[in-house]
C-alpha cells in the first residue's frame, strides 16, 4: 500500500468516525428533545416565568415528561410558555392540573412542575392550556430573610440588655438576685406562713376539744353521719329495686 493508499485509508476512517460521533450526537439531541417519540403540545400561561429557559425540563411525579418549547410575552402581565410533552404520560396528567414553576435545588436551573389535578377531570389533550401559579421571586425570599435576620438581631440586642441589667442588679429580679437580704426575707417569709399554718390545724383541734365548742362539733359529726347513712339506704333501696326488675 503505497503513501496515496494510507492517506485515503486514514481520511475514511476520519470521516466514518465523525459520521458515527454525529449520529449519536444526534440520537442523543433528539431524545433529549423528544424528537423521535409520539408527543402532545400543552401551554400555560404566568405573570412572570422567574427565569425560565426554552430547554428546561417539564417534570411530573419527580420524572422528566418533556422540555420547554417557546416562551413568549402576549402582555405586560401575562407570559406563554409552549410544552412538548411525551405522549406516554398523557392519561395521568389532568385538565385540572396546575403547571408551576421552581428550581432544580437552590441555585439549579428552572423547571415546570405538573400536578396530578383530579380524576373526574379527565386526561389532557393535545392543545390544551393549562392552569398555573407564578413562581416566587428569589429577590423576594432574601428581601423576606433579611427582615426576619434584622428582628432577630434587634431581639438579641434587648435580651442582652436585659441579661446585663439582672446581672448589675437592676430591676427588681436583679436585686433578688444579687442581694441576699431580699433572699433571706422571703425565705423567713415562707417560715412564718408554714409556722402559721401549723398554728391553725392546732387551734382547730383545742377548739373541738373546749367546752363551749364541743357540743356543735358532734352536732356537725352526727349530721355528717346521718347523711351518710341516708346515701347507704337510698344506694341499698336502689339496688333492691334493679335485682326485682331482674
Known amino acids: ?146 427582615v426576619s435576620g434584622e428582628n432577630a438581631e434587634i431581639v438579641t440586642g434587648q435580651l442582652a440588655e436585659i441579661l446585663y441589667k439582672i446581672n448589675n442588679g437592676s430591676g427588681t429580679l436583679g436585686r433578688l438576685i444579687s442581694d441576699t437580704t431580699i433572699a433571706d426575707d422571703l425565705e423567713k417569709t415562707i417560715e412564718n406562713l408554714k409556722s402559721g399554718s401549723k398554728g391553725l390545724s392546732q387551734n382547730m383541734e383545742a377548739a373541738k376539744n373546749n367546752v363551749l365548742l364541743r357540743g356543735y362539733y358532734k352536732k356537725q359529726k352526727r349530721k355528717i353521719e346521718e347523711k351518710k347513712r341516708e346515701a347507704e339506704e337510698k344506694a341499698k333501696e336502689q339496688k333492691e329495686s334493679e335485682e326485682k326488675k331482674k
Open 1 to 146: 500500500m503505497n503513501t496515496s493508499d494510507k492517506f485515503k485509508f486514514r481520511l475514511g476512517l476520519f470521516v466514518t468516525a465523525g459520521l458515527l460521533l454525529f449520529a449519536i450526537a444526534i440520537f442523543f439531541i433528539g431524545k433529549q428533545k423528544n424528537l423521535f417519540n409520539p408527543t402532545i403540545r400543552l401551554t400555560a400561561v404566568f405573570g412572570n416565568v422567574g427565569g425560565l429557559q426554552v430547554g428546561n425540563n417539564i417534570r411530573f411525579s419527580g420524572i422528566n415528561v418533556g422540555t420547554v418549547d417557546g416562551i413568549s410575552i402576549l402582555t405586560d402581565t401575562s407570559v406563554m410558555v409552549e410544552m412538548i410533552i411525551d405522549k406516554n404520560p398523557q392519561r395521568f396528567i389532568k385538565k385540572d392540573a396546575y403547571a408551576t414553576i421552581g428550581s432544580e435545588g437552590l441555585m439549579g436551573d428552572k423547571v415546570i412542575t405538573l400536578t396530578q389535578g383530579t380524576v373526574s377531570a379527565g386526561p389532557v389533550a393535545d392543545g390544551d392550556l393549562l392552569r398555573s401559579s407564578d413562581p416566587i421571586e428569589t429577590d423576594a425570599i432574601i428581601s423576606s430573610l433579611q
